[in-house]
T-cell receptor, first 110, second 116 residues
Framework: GQQLNQSPQSMFIQEGEDVSMNCTSS?????WLWYKQDPGEGPVLLIA?????ELTSNGRLTAQFGITRKDSFLNISASIPSDVGIYFC??????????FGAGTRLTVKP | DAGVIQSPRHEVTEMGQEVTLRCKPI?????LFWYRQTMMRGLELLIY????????DSGMPEDRFSAKMPNASFSTLKIQPSEPRDSAVYFC??????????????FGPGTRLTVL
C-alpha cells in the first residue's frame, strides 16, 4: 500500500499559473520519481532524481530530491491545458521496493 | 520500441470466471512488474520478476491471483475465480538492469478489469 503522503490531492488553476506539489515519506528512498497519468493510460515518467539535494528540470517542470531523502517536490511553471492529469510521486529504495503517492489531480482552466 | 504492451485493454467478466491479463515488456528489460490501481488504494505492487524469476510476490492479494513469466518477452497475471472486488486497472511495467539505482520503470497502458 501507499506509504507516501502526496499533497495536494487536487488543484484547480488558471492557465499560465505555476503549480507546486510535494511528497513526504517516513522512509528514506534512493530514487524519487515523478509520473503523469492521462485518462485511460499508464503513468509516464516525467523526472527521475537520484541524489539528495538534486534539482532537475525537464522543460517547464522542475523537481527536487530533498536533503533528508524523505521528500520531493515538483513544480510546473506557466501551466497549459495539456498539463491536466494526475501526477504521482514514487520513491524507490535500494531493494527495488517502489511506493507511490496517492496522486495530485490537476485541472487547468483556459 | 513500441513500449510495454498489455492486452486486453478492457475486460468485462462475471464473478467466478477466470481472467488472464497479458504483458509484453520492452525488449531487453530484465525486470517486469505487475501493479493494480484502484481509487481506494492507489497503485499497489503485486509481484515482480527478474530474468523471468518471481522475486517478490508479497503484494499478491490471495491465492486466487497467480503470475507467470515463461520467457523474457511475455508475462501473464491470472485471477481464478474472479470477484467484483478485483475490479481495477492492472498495469504492467518493465525496467532495464543496467544500473538499478538509475533505471526506472516504464508502464504499459493498463487493462481495465470489471468483474460483475
Amino acid at each position: 500500500g501507499q506509504q507516501l503522503n502526496q499533497s495536494p490531492q487536487s488543484m484547480f488553476i488558471q492557465e499560465g499559473e505555476d503549480v507546486s506539489m510535494n511528497c513526504t515519506s517516513s522512509s528514506i528512498f534512493n530514487t524519487w520519481l515523478w509520473y503523469k497519468q492521462d485518462p485511460g493510460e499508464g503513468p509516464v515518467l516525467l523526472i527521475a532524481l537520484y541524489k539528495a539535494g538534486e534539482l532537475t528540470s525537464n522543460g517547464r517542470l522542475t523537481a527536487q530530491f530533498g536533503i533528508t531523502r524523505k521528500d520531493s517536490f515538483l513544480n510546473i511553471s506557466a501551466s497549459i491545458p495539456s498539463d491536466v492529469g494526475i501526477y504521482f510521486c514514487a520513491g524507490q529504495s535500494i531493494n527495488n521496493d517502489m511506493r507511490f503517492g496517492a496522486g495530485t489531480r490537476l485541472t487547468v482552466k483556459p | 520500441d513500441a513500449g510495454v504492451i498489455q492486452s486486453p485493454r478492457h475486460e468485462v467478466t462475471e464473478m467466478g470466471q477466470e481472467v488472464t491479463l497479458r504483458c509484453k515488456p520492452i525488449s531487453g528489460h530484465d525486470y517486469l512488474f505487475w501493479y493494480r490501481q484502484t481509487m481506494m488504494r492507489g497503485l499497489e505492487l503485486l509481484i515482480y520478476f527478474n530474468n523471468n524469476v518471481p522475486i517478490d510476490d508479497s503484494g499478491m492479494p490471495e491465492d486466487r491471483f497467480s503470475a507467470k513469466m515463461p520467457n523474457a518477452s511475455f508475462s501473464t497475471l491470472k485471477i481464478q475465480p474472479s470477484e467484483p472486488r478485483d475490479s481495477a486497472v492492472y498495469f504492467c511495467a518493465s525496467r532495464p538492469h543496467r544500473d538499478y539505482l538509475t533505471d526506472t520503470q516504464y508502464f504499459g497502458p493498463g487493462t481495465r478489469l470489471t468483474v460483475l
